[in-house]
């Protein structure tokens, strides 16, 4: 069973920035894809980014430009650099990674999950 384990949540101001952070406890599945999705209460979950084995990124449109994905193999973690943060991005933010070295947007494709952290950004 792999642990996720997420750090970097909290309170900001809108137009804040704040850097989430997920490492993975077994070290082979840093080879797989690792993504991050949020989920707000009552709402779904939604996708956020994803980075693949390989360094491709995708984005949700709604982060596009403003997010950050990106991962050290070697610490078995993926960062989430969040900029210029808006009231609509608080949420609860979940990393993921799966079995599997290519990107996916849909949270079905992902085996672990963290705990999830809470991003708040007031207005």
């Known amino acids: 069973q792999v642990q996720l384990a997420e750090s970097g949540g909290g309170l900001v101001q809108a137009g804040g920035s704040l850097r989430l952070s997920c490492t993975a406890s077994d070290p082979t599945f840093s080879a797989g894809a690792m993504a991050w999705f949020r989920q707000v209460s009552g709402k779904e979950r939604e996708f956020v980014a994803t980075i693949s084995r390989g360094n491709s990124v995708y984005y949700a449109d709604s982060v596009k430009g403003r997010f950050t994905i990106s991962r050290d193999n070697a610490k078995n973690t993926v960062y989430l650099q969040m900029s210029s943060l808006e009231p609509e991005d608080t949420a609860v933010y979940y990393c993921?990674?799966?079995?599997?070295?290519?990107?996916?947007?849909?949270?079905?494709?992902?085996?672990?999950w963290g705990q999830g952290t809470q991003v708040t950004v007031s207005s």
């Open positions: 993921a990674i799966r079995n599997n070295p290519y990107a996916t947007v849909w949270g079905h494709d992902y085996d672990y």
